[in-house]
């Protein structure tokens, strides 16, 4: 009998997708340039024009290794939130965290102004990561003292719309006592966009990143338990507590780091952990955790070739994109007669 | 060990159960005292509320004790780690699965878990034991189906297979009979008996279906509002404790037919 399928087939196709994803993304842009020169451009190999290869190394490579890590990520965080709330309309951005890190960040923006101590603080990209990454786990674990309160899963998801809007109303509050220059700086980051990261930053965004996912391997066993709801899973022997503590840091440091650097980006947590259970048809977290990461991966991938509008020279706002298509998404999954799984 | 004249299987000391908070402490049960000595099928009875559930959710270490001592094969409760009380005694409960995508496999390969090593890989020694699980309850056919397709009947046994397959000296179902009809009542009553005469497992089951439970069980537990009368159901016959069951005066327990009947 064949009691744990490997879905060798199904990683393989994917892994070709991403690679091949990966190339087109980096092809295309506002500048258009020949396939065959931005093959060289990685090599020493001769360029036609030399600018070509400073947008291909230091503008395109970046963006597209950023969409890799942001989709990834928020993917990873979504499935872990689902599990973890028993929920499978969970995810970093419903449940608030999202919110949470944008508050991180507007209070290091524009709180600046209000308390003039922390001016003292360049708004460095890094500490824009550990802004974001303490509101996320701040607005996480109050989520979560408060799903221990109650046991309904609907009321779980109405206290994190709420925290979400606390969060938001606190933002304006702010934005309104910050000045024009501020408000611009923090508008245009809540737009989201994966460019703009220098080799520099994406290096402190990889390793971060890197972090957070290497987590992931004390949890495998105990999510899959989880599955049968948290009494079964501590009769077989699972510590919930040590499970949900590294959940919710897993969860902080991906969802405040990529809310960081990327800006509040929506839906993807919440709508590829459906599209990749669509695709393998199982709950085990030793397939869908490296599933939701390739999906995830080509989804951001994807959505950054629609927002880049090819050969123009506009730039659509990257959350715009991934609301566009993931709430569609979202309520089509909910319409449909088949059930949704956890 | 084995020829040891008294092994401890389970003790329960001046137990109190219930539930504690800041302000108030609810007490559902105390002075609880209980010892099994040897495997046995058990068949905790009472009536709706008088915290079957309670007790043996407390038992098996979901819900905290408020005061008292459980020991189990001659150690606390208390001192088990999590993962070693998995390999002692596991659990069906009667709460509603989470829906997801497991398939019975999956789900009764999830009973391993206490075995496997850190990311969950099945070893031989532990699909054999999924498939001797499976083969005890009768559900091989049902093997890649996935569990939500499943009718009560069949999930209850996927169910209790999970719980083989965890490999536990003790096994504590609550209520796993309830939503099922007579034939699968009966079968059920009947592999938890196999279970314990075939593989020496001690097994507590709360139930409803006191006719059955009669029958089928080494010991009743009468869950009364005072206390909780345990022994075997033909002494409890005979000395009317089973009576004290219920307190209404329009149903009396028949003796010809071993089950409660109207007046």
Redesign the interface.
Known sequence: ?N??KSYKTTFFLLLILLVVFFFLNISLGSVSIPFKDVFSSFFDDAVNKEPWRTIVINYRLPKAITAILVGAGLSISGLLMQTLF?N?LAGPFVLGISSGASLGVAILILGASLIGGISAFETSSFSMAIAASLGAFLVLSAVLIAANKVRNTMSILIIGLMFGSITSAIISVLAYFSSAEQLQQFIFWGFGSLGNLSWNELKIFGFIFILGVSLL??I??PL??M???E??A??????IKKTRNIVLIITSILTGVITAFSGPIAFVGLAVPHLT?LIF????H?ILLPAVTIVGAILMLVADMIAQLPTSEYTLPINAITSLFGAPIVIWLLIRKR???? | MENNAKHIILNIKKLTIGYSSKKLESVVARGINIEVNEPKLICLVGKNGIGKSTLLRTL???QPKLSGEIIIRNKNLNTYS??????I???V?T?K??????TV???I???R??Y?N???S?SQTD?EK?NEAMQLTNIEHL?DRKY?ELSDGQLQKVLISRALA?DTDIIILDEPTAHLDVQHKMETFLLLKELVDDFGKTIIISTHEIHLAIQSANELWLMTEDEIICGNPQKLIKNESIEKLFSSDKIEFDVKKQQFTLK
């Open positions: 009998m009691p744990q028993r499978p391997i004390f495998i066993k899959n338990s599955l049968l709801g009494n079964y501590k009769s077989m022997g699972v510590n259970k048809n199982t709950s085990n030793k059930k949704i799984f956890i | 098996s270490g979901v999590s993962n070693d009380l998995s390999r005694m596991s659990l409960l709460e699965l989470p829906e997801s995508n497991l496999f999956e789900l390969a999830l009973g878990q206490p496997t850190w990311i969950g099945l699909i999924i093997s939500f965890q």
